[in-house]
C-alpha cells in the first residue's frame, strides 16, 4: 500500500462546477497535510495547509481532512480553465525530529473544460 | 526574495558522465529536500537537510547518487556515473522547519536526459 493514494483521474469537469479530488494516507501520526497544484511542465506550488480536523476555506478551494478515516480532500468551488493542473496531495509523516518530510501522492490531473 | 533558485535548467548528458544539480534555498530555509520527479514514479524524496546536516537519505536510488549542502545557501545533487534511468526533473525545495510549518518552496527543476 502506497503511504499517501489519490484518485487515479484525470477528472473533468465543466467550467463553473465543483471539482472534488481526494487522498488518502496510511500512517495514522501524521500531522500536517498539504495540496500543491501543479502546471504542466512547472514546478508544484502550495495552494492549502491544513492541520485539524473539519474544513478549511480559502476563496475557492476548501480542504477537508477527517483523520479517523485518514481522509483528506480539497474542493474547488466554481472551476475555472485555469485551475486545469495537476493537484498533489502531501502528507508529513516523519515526526523523529523537527524536519517534516513531505511524501507525495502520485496526483491528480484535472481539467476544466469551457 | 527570489525564490528557491536551481540549475542548469536542462542538462542533456552521455551514459557514464558526472552530472551536478545545484540549488539556493530561500534565505532564512532551513530545511532543503531533493525530488525526483517521473511519469511513472511521481515525485518522490530523495534525501533531505536540516540546518545543513543530511536527515534522511533513505530515497538515493543508490551509490551513485550524493548530495551535499556546505552552508545554508547552497546544495548539491551529483550523479556519478549517470544512467539513462536517470533522467527525470528534479526539483530542489526548501522549507522553514517549525511546528506546522512545513510548507515547502520549490525550485523550477532541473531537467534532466541521459542519452
Known amino acids: 500500500q502506497k503511504e499517501v493514494e489519490q484518485n487515479s483521474g484525470p477528472l473533468s469537469v465543466p467550467e463553473g462546477a465543483i471539482a472534488s479530488l481526494n487522498c488518502t494516507y496510511s500512517?495514522?501520526?501524521?500531522?500536517?497535510f498539504f495540496w500543491y497544484r501543479q502546471y504542466s511542465g512547472k514546478s508544484p506550488e502550495l495552494i492549502m495547509s491544513?492541520?485539524?480536523?473539519g474544513d478549511k476555506e480559502d476563496g475557492r478551494f476548501t480542504a477537508q481532512l477527517n483523520k479517523a478515516s485518514q481522509y483528506v480532500s480539497l474542493l474547488i468551488r466554481d472551476s475555472q480553465p485555469s485551475d486545469s493542473a495537476t493537484y498533489l496531495c502531501?502528507?508529513?509523516?516523519?515526526?523523529?525530529?523537527?524536519?517534516?518530510?513531505?511524501?507525495f501522492g502520485d496526483g491528480t490531473t484535472l481539467t476544466v473544460k469551457p | 526574495d527570489a525564490g528557491v533558485i536551481q540549475s542548469p535548467r536542462h542538462e542533456v548528458t552521455e551514459m557514464g558522465q558526472e552530472v551536478t544539480l545545484r540549488c539556493k534555498p530561500i534565505?532564512?530555509?532551513?530545511?532543503l529536500f531533493w525530488y525526483r520527479q517521473t511519469m511513472m514514479r511521481g515525485l518522490e524524496l530523495l534525501i533531505y537537510?536540516?540546518?545543513?546536516?543530511?536527515?534522511?537519505d533513505s530515497g538515493m536510488p543508490e551509490d551513485r547518487f550524493s548530495a551535499k549542502m556546505p552552508n545554508a545557501s547552497f546544495s548539491t545533487l551529483k550523479i556519478q556515473p549517470s544512467e539513462p534511468r536517470d533522467s527525470a526533473v528534479y526539483f530542489c525545495?526548501?522549507?522553514?522547519?517549525?511546528?506546522?510549518?512545513?510548507?515547502?518552496?520549490f525550485g523550477s527543476g532541473t531537467q534532466l536526459s541521459v542519452l
Open positions: 491544513i492541520y485539524s480536523n
Open positions: 534565505s532564512g530555509h532551513n530545511s
Open positions: 525545495a526548501s522549507s522553514f522547519q517549525g511546528t506546522f510549518n512545513e510548507k515547502l518552496f
Open positions: 502531501a502528507v508529513n509523516i516523519d515526526l523523529r525530529t523537527n524536519a517534516g518530510k513531505s511524501t
Open positions: 537537510f536540516n540546518n545543513n546536516v543530511p536527515i534522511d
Open positions: 500512517d495514522r501520526v501524521s500531522q500536517s
